[in-house]
Nanobody
Framework: QVQMVESGGGLVQPGGSLRLSCAASGRTFSSYTMGWFRQAPGKEREFVAAIAWSGGSPYYQDSVKGRFTISRGNAKNTVFLQMNSLKSEDTAVYYC???????????????WGQGTQVTVSS
């Protein structure tokens, strides 16, 4: 049974930082693209960032470029999202995802996590 478990969400002030973690289990994820999506209240879920199975060439939504960094753990079944210079508009539930090529370009993930809340507020 595949499980993807996020952690690291919480309440942070504008300009602050958070680091999200996702641990995947139940199969080998080393050949999957892994990424993060988010869903704000009243909005559709949107792509945030993804990184290929090789660990290279991460790609990001324009609004988070230069502020967020995605990385994978050595075991390839973990993925992290370092979020700096957070803004109120980053408030959302953040979901970890695993999929194939094209993740974030309209290609749906194979697997989702349950989500972790990130709230940016003073």
């Amino acid at each position: 049974q595949v499980q993807m478990v996020e952690s690291g969400g919480g309440l942070v002030q504008p300009g602050g930082s958070l680091r999200l973690s996702c641990a995947a289990s139940g199969r080998t994820f080393s050949s999957y693209t892994m990424g993060w999506f988010r869903q704000a209240p009243g909005k559709e879920r949107e792509f945030v960032a993804a990184i290929a199975w090789s660990g290279g060439s991460p790609y990001y939504q324009d609004s988070v470029k230069g502020r967020f960094t995605i990385s994978r753990g050595n075991a390839k079944n973990t993925v992290f999202l370092q979020m700096n210079s957070l803004k109120s508009e980053d408030t959302a539930v953040y979901y970890c995802a695993a999929g194939g090529d094209g993740l974030g370009y309209g290609v749906p993930p194979f697997y989702w996590g349950q989500g972790t809340q990130v709230t940016v507020s003073s």
